[in-house]
């Protein structure tokens, strides 16, 4: 289970679930493949503010659980961990560069979704929603006035 981040002036816990495909979805995450990329990992957490809860990883993409800080954006977090395991791994493992021709192991897109631990969104917005009798909400881009 996660915990919250303690600094000076906030306390948070931010979960992301981050998906990273291989380039042209090629299988090659081995086992050993598997070993290093969980070490890497490792070292990410160890230099940035990056706690890698879970980390699941199928043939052609790989599935990530990660605990951050409000001042890495989710693009600074993608990134750092995209450009660290792709020039690593590459390093590391000779073989892949003979499966992905170009030289890059990431697709450029990515999936991201936040996780909540205490709640969905419907128990956030009701929470929020039942704060003051006039409520403001912003819907869609467009300013509703519900009395």
């Known amino acids: 289970m996660s915990e919250h981040v303690l600094k000076s002036h906030n306390k948070t816990l931010l979960l992301y679930h981050l998906v990273f495909p291989v380039k042209y979805s090629r299988k090659v995450f081995s086992k050993e493949v598997e070993v290093s990329l969980k070490n890497i990992c490792i070292g990410i957490s160890d230099r940035y503010e990056l706690n890698f809860v879970e980390i699941g990883v199928d043939d052609d993409h790989v599935h990530f659980l990660i605990q951050s800080v409000p001042m890495l954006s989710i693009t600074k977090i993608v ?12 390093l590391r493992h000779n073989e892949i560069k003979k499966i992905l021709w170009g030289g890059n192991l990431w697709t450029s897109g990515y999936y991201a979704n936040t996780v909540g631990q205490y709640a969905n969104e419907d128990v956030i917005s009701n929470y929020v929603k039942n704060q003051r009798k006039e409520y403001r909400r912003i819907y869609r881009g467009q300013l509703k006035l519900d009395l």
């Not at 990134?79 to 590459?90: F, H, P, Q």
């Open 79 to 90: 990134t750092t961990i995209k450009s660290i395991l792709a020039r690593e791994i590459l």
